[in-house]
């Protein structure tokens, strides 16, 4: 949260999974707009455009019409903390440069993905989701003061990181929330609460030191490390966690998990634990009524799968 990083500086690590956004762009014959995702729009200028976020990346790059846009997702759009909407607005902005014929770095696709949710579309939210996209991989990514971002890899030999990634697992709770009340509530208490800005600030101490212990091996204190971030993290607002929520985290440890988090705001979506292998099996039955989902780091972010410059747009 810029309030935060403005003043403390923030990190976060994070990697990026084998869930997609797809996001595939035409030209439209007749000079109009069409928007195919969880709804459809038709429409004849950017200015009746309702995505507030399509709407907002056709402004930033001055397209006027003349499109075609269709979306599809590995997962729900909305709500769930893995980080879908900026996935997609990272996605948009990259499909649009290639169509417009413009190359665009990973690191312009978290900068102006970012500007587009938070200062274009009012969101309360941090960057960590846009960067996160762009780039792709496991890494520490670092909020300056000066509103600049750094990304740098977590260095790990392939077998740690395998085991790392066969270590975690996770569940879907089935409960969607908005991220923008619960980040909006915590903006709030930490502008006004010392104890609640000293969560933060030991929150960020926390992802270096997990860098740290990853890079070194030392992969069960992942677990220990998550379960001290959880707790800090529902110390900032009431609403992050729920009465269901700490009665699946406490049974998973029960069953045998270091520790984990519930990904995103909070409230609900997914969590994800670290557990020995050999307790995956009971962490699921003690879990029994939530969907375990099958999840794998990606080394690659937002990329260009399909294409044709023919029919791409034109500037000439």
């Known amino acids: 949260m810029p309030d935060f990083y403005r003043r403390y500086g923030g990190a976060v690590v994070s990697t990026s999974i084998d869930k997609y956004v797809y996001v595939n762009i035409n030209r439209k014959f007749d000079g109009g707009i069409r928007l195919a995702y969880s709804k459809t729009e038709e429409v004849e200028t950017v200015e009746q455009i309702e995505h507030r976020l399509v709407r907002a990346a056709f402004d930033m790059l001055g397209i006027t019409g003349g499109v075609e846009i269709t979306t599809i997702a590995d997962i729900p759009s909305r709500g769930t903390g893995l980080g879908s909407s900026s996935s997609f607005t990272v996605g ?33 939210i941090g960057k960590q989701d846009q960067y996160a996209a762009a780039y792709g991989g496991l890494n520490l990514i670092e909020f300056k003061a000066d509103d600049s971002v750094l990304v740098s890899p977590v260095i790990m030999p392939l ?31 930490i502008s006004s609460d010392g104890a609640k800005r000293a969560a933060l600030i030991r929150m960020v101490e926390l992802a270096y030191a997990l860098r740290e212990e ?47 988090k519930l990904l995103g705001a909070g409230a609900g979506g997914f969590l994800m634990f670290y557990a020995p292998e050999d307790r995956h099996a009971a962490i699921a039955e003690a879990l029994g009524a939530l969907r375990p989902i099958d999840l794998r780091f990606d080394t690659l972010g937002s990329r260009i799968i399909f294409y044709n410059p023919t029919t791409a747009h034109s500037n000439s």
Not at 160 to 178: C, H, K
Not at 230 to 257: E, F, H, P, V
């Open 92 to 124: 948009l902005l990259n499909a649009l440069s290639a169509y417009l014929g413009r190359h665009i770095s990973a690191d312009s696709l978290g900068y102006c993905s970012s500007d587009i949710e938070i200062n274009r579309c009012g969101e309360p």
């Open 159 to 189: 077998e740690v990181r395998s085991a790392l990634e066969r270590r975690i697992i996770v569940f879907y709770t089935g409960v969607t929330r908005s991220a923008s009340d619960i980040l909006k509530q915590q903006t709030i208490a």
């Open 214 to 260: 990853l890079q070194n091996g030392n992969l069960d204190s992942f677990g220990e490390i998550l379960n001290d971030n959880w707790n800090l993290k529902k110390s900032l607002t009431k609403g992050i966690s729920t009465s269901a929520i700490d009665d699946w985290y406490d049974a998973a440890r029960k069953a045998g998990a270091l520790g984990g």
